[in-house]
């Protein structure tokens, strides 16, 4: 994970776009920010998300946190001096995220945490562990709470690092906590929220995934327009060649689709119901990414497959895509509920 670069976007303000001007941030809406995401995403996805989880934590923090958490983390957060992971993924718990094992036992006046956490971005370089565990099983979801607890903290043990096709700027691995006591000022989101931020920052997540998407089949396009303006064949430029050209406006098409389902999730969660619209949009969009980057290497033939050319890495992180923030079956899951509520209505 090229840290250096991380803290050059921090210096840029790009860990803190939603984060109030007055806290240091940028305070652009969300919907902006995607198209940021957008941008950075055409020359890496796995770096971009990155900043996705910065972005997300740095906001809760300046939203949600106690004074003393602000003092102590947001500068950092905004600079890139402090980087951010959410640890919420076990072993054994992906999408089912209210079945985390993970847990928190309350002990004097602060808690001891037990657990492993794994599929953690920013895991091997994070210096700021956003951790959920659950404080009373009795209670499922409800008892889940949040806390922040420094890396390098006794009992916390980072795990190695992944090896991951196209995606190794994501930093991804995982952390064990034995043992692991903190003082009661490590809370950050108690038992009742904590789950519904968890929720929230998954939402933002989902929409941020479907802007990355966009910026890689931006990237696909543009490249292959380039390569088949130049490629010379039986005579003439293969742009000409109408086969090629219908293949490139679909590309173009579902581009404009996930822009537009990626901007409508960005307004849905500025208005406080994104989470059906973030699903529509992160389906969609790591669907066409997937499709349209295989269409574009095909329109450049065998040179689309070189490793100088950026369609085979991004191709690979179109798939990730389809991981990040429950895989598409979770995203059909969420909609078929909504659509199965609406029959439910009078």
Known sequence: MPVETFRAAGAEGFCGMMVPREQGGLGIPFREAMAVFE????????FA????????TARSVAVNGTPDQVARYLP?????DIIAAFLLTEPGVGSDAAAITTTATPDGDGWVIDGEKAWITNASTANLLCIFAQTDASQGSRGIATFLVEADHPGVERLGAYELMGGHATGTGGFRLSGCRVGGDTLFRGPGVGFKEAMRGIEVARTGVSALCCGMMRAGLDTALAYAANRQAFGQATIEFQGLQWMLADVATDLEAARLLTRAAAQAIEDGHGTVAASHAKKFATRAAMKGLADCMQVMGAAGFKADRPLGRHLACAK???YLDGTT????????????????KP
Do not use: K, P, W, Y
Request: net charge negative; glycine share 8%; charged share 20%.
């Open 76 to 80: 950092g957060l905004l600079s890139g």
């Open 329 to 344: 079956e979770i995203q059909n899951l969420v909609i078929a509920r909504d659509l199965m509520l609406g029959r439910e």
């Open 320 to 322: 990730m895509a389809h």
């Open 49 to 56: 998300f990155t900043l996705e989880v910065q972005n997300n």
């Open 39 to 46: 941008e950075i995403a055409t020359q890496c996805m796995a």
